[in-house]
């Protein structure tokens, strides 16, 4: 990283919905909308915590988890995810991604500490994106848990009337 | 004269703040109970006395336990008791063992519980006096096999609910046959499990309805009124997100004729205390007796706005024996109100709760603010209990006002340590279809194609941030030169504390 550092003149933050926001470096306090510059500021104060503050307003910020170059960000109570790239990881990224295609399986957590009502899937079913798999009760509610992608279960480690804790596995989804 | 000297609080969260706080005003004491699983809650901070059930290590929660409330009333020298809503509120047998304690119920009678509590009785009630109604089943209703005979008859789609059910638990939609063996299981299984009484039945559902409900007051003298209508038609999985009062729906003439039916209900089971008759409203303008709850409502608020009276004292006052001191006429409906529930949820997962603590807390203070909360800044949002933080009640004078100070309220509530509905309100108050009061309960499921608000601009400058966030962590060659100002400016690394790992 150290050297790539003296050529770097752009970042990117690629959202998890793939839209791309480019910044310059140096990186600027402010943000051009239009032919106008605003200033844009990281604050934090005892009462509020930290917040951004932008045309006049303060909006909540937290960062939920970072890794390496991943972040997810919650920004007036809306969550974010972006990975930062380089220009070089940027290219790498998309040299590696036509090489070795893309993630193979998808695992499916248990969001909450909770109770298992129901498991709707069986090890080689096949499952489409936003279909329930799991239902699990939590805080007098039960939630479903979809699957977030197409594919075929090939593990499930979910039981019926089990209570899971926060990041228990709970159904494996091969793409 | 005040009968009522001290009020055991058989509940907790912001309906436990809102009662101590009109007993408060009235000069009677209450008696709040700690429990292990919030032992630094903020409504005991309002009771006279603390009952400490700390080294209760019972799984069933306290507010469910009648025999050991029975006797904290009866230890703490308190001679009423209040059920709030959920947990014990629509139990009979509670009311019952309190009488025979002779504590004062502050509630219905036993038998008024147990009729409109019993989803099949209370359709037999209503039938019986002409009350407008879905098609349905009887009675209960043994097996599927049954099931599909009388869905065959009123014709699909029919709703399969709980006898003794409420907050959406034990209901499902079957909307083909074949869809009837599974759906009738689930429901007849989630009725057990959540009501302790497998039994359902089969109702006509009326697709696309709005939700309309009518506060009730009757006294022990046998009178009894309405205080309007509250429109809930924004719910989500059968559980209601944000109430209005009065509702766009309605014109005088039909408010006076659901409001007699739903006075008519409370009659025929001699009602007393505040309650609430549950109708739905067809495109049509036709409606249906869903069903009436015994108890107080969490969105009483907004009928309080619209009427000028306080509910809760009203309650104590009939439990009391006091003869209600207004009549039908004396009943004026006044401005608008919304109130929004701020649960800890996380909108962008379908509305999952999102339990954990409250680290920073800040309402709006304008005067068409009412804010009913039972959290403050440290308090956690347990995974026992409900997800509520806070109840945001806006005042306007129409709806058009009430909707514009909405929006400006929900701008300047600030919640950090967990994720919270304000993103879905804050769509909400924009879109076309709430605005212009078109919506029914099928509109988080139909209309809306997006859960949340963000403003244009929002993503962006959260990108930048995780953009300085990169810079800092892993670019500090002097080359690049970043720079960050020193003094109040932070760097995000050293103030969030809920950093995970990936």
Request: net charge neutral; aromatic share 8%.
């Amino acid at each position: 990283m150290a050297n790539d550092n003296l050529q770097i003149k752009k970042l990117y933050a690629l959202s998890s919905e793939n839209r791309k926001f480019s910044f310059s470096l140096p990186l600027k306090q402010t943000i051009r909308i239009g032919k106008r510059d605003y200033e844009v500021k990281l604050k934090a104060d005892e009462k509020y915590g930290t917040y951004i503050l932008w045309k006049n307003r303060k909006y909540p910020v937290e960062i939920v988890r970072s890794s390496q170059n991943k972040y997810e960000i919650l920004f007036n109570d809306i969550s974010y995810t972006f990975t930062v790239e380089t220009p070089f990881s940027l290219k790498r990224m998309k040299v590696l991604s036509s090489k070795r295609g893309k993630i193979e399986r998808e695992y499916i957590k248990a969001p909450m500490p909770g109770k298992i009502i129901d498991v709707l899937v069986r090890e080689g079913s096949t499952v489409v994106k936003g279909e329930p798999v799991v239902i699990l009760e939590a805080m007098k509610m039960q939630n479903e848990l979809l699957s977030p992608v197409n594919g075929t279960v090939v593990k499930v480690t979910a039981k019926s009337n089990t209570n899971v804790m926060k990041d228990d596995l709970l159904v494996e989804i091969k793409l | 004269m005040m009968k009522i000297k001290r009020i055991l609080i058989a509940n907790r969260g912001e309906i436990a703040v809102r009662i101590m706080k009109t007993a408060h005003l009235m000069k009677i004491e209450t008696v709040a109970v700690k429990t292990s699983v919030e032992p630094n809650a903020m409504y005991l901070a309002s009771a006279d006395v603390i009952f400490d059930n700390t080294d209760d290590i019972s799984e069933i929660p306290v507010f469910l336990d009648i025999e050991k409330l029975i006797a904290i009333a009866l230890k703490t020298k308190a001679n009423a008791i209040h059920p709030g809503y959920g947990f014990l509120a629509e139990n009979a047998y509670f009311a019952q063992k309190c009488i025979e304690n002779k504590l004062i119920f502050i509630g219905p009678s036993p038998d008024a519980i147990y009729k409109m509590g019993n989803k099949t009785i209370a359709r037999r009630i209503a039938l019986g006096i002409g009350i407008p109604m879905a098609l349905g089943s009887e009675g209960n209703i043994a097996n599927e096999e049954e099931a599909a005979v009388i869905a065959e008859k009123i014709g699909y789609p029919v709703i399969i609910k709980a006898a003794s059910g409420g907050g959406g638990r034990g209901m499902r939609i079957v909307r083909k046959p074949d869809e009837m063996e599974k759906m009738f299981i689930i429901a007849s299984k989630e009725a057990e499990k959540a009501f302790n009484d497998p039994s359902v039945f089969v109702e006509k559902y009326i697709e696309n309805p709005k939700h309309i409900e009518f506060q009730i007051l009757g006294d022990t003298k046998g009178n009894v009124i309405h205080l309007g209508e509250r429109e809930c038609s924004i719910q989500r999985k059968h559980q209601k997100l944000l109430e209005e009062a009065p509702s766009s729906a309605l014109d005088d003439e039909l408010r006076q004729k659901m409001g007699n039916m739903a006075v008519q209900i409370a009659k025929a089971v001699d009602y007393y205390s505040a309650g609430t008759v549950e109708f739905l409203l067809d495109s049509e303008k036709n409606f249906y007796f869903m069903e009436m709850n015994t108890r107080i409502q969490v969105e009483h608020p907004v009928t309080e706005i619209i009427t000028g009276l306080d509910l809760i004292e009203q309650q104590i006052r009939i439990a009391n024996g006091e003869e209600l001191k207004f009549r039908q006429n004396d009943i004026k409906l006044e401005g608008w109100a919304i109130e929004c529930r701020i649960n800890a949820e996380d909108v962008q997962a379908g509305f999952a709760p999102d339990p954990g603590k409250i680290e920073s807390l800040h309402m709006p203070t304008d005067s068409c603010v009412r804010v009913d909360t039972g959290v403050q800044v440290g308090s956690s949002i347990v995974a026992n209990y409900d997800s509520m933080i806070a109840k945001l009640i806006v005042t306007g004078k129409d709806r058009k006002d009430a909707l514009k100070n909405c929006k400006m309220a929900l701008d300047k509530v600030w919640i950090k340590g967990t994720k919270t509905t304000l993103p879905f309100f804050r769509m909400l108050v924009r879109h076309q279809k709430f605005q212009d009061g078109s919506f029914t309960t099928a509109f988080i499921e139909k209309d809306l194609e997006r859960y949340y608000f963000n403003s244009e601009y929002e993503e962006m400058l959260a990108a930048w941030l995780a953009t300085k966030l990169f810079i800092e962590e892993n670019l500090n060659d002097d080359s690049i030169n970043v720079n960050f100002e020193h003094g109040k400016e932070m760097s995000p690394w050293l103030l969030n504390k809920r950093i995970n790992q990936f």
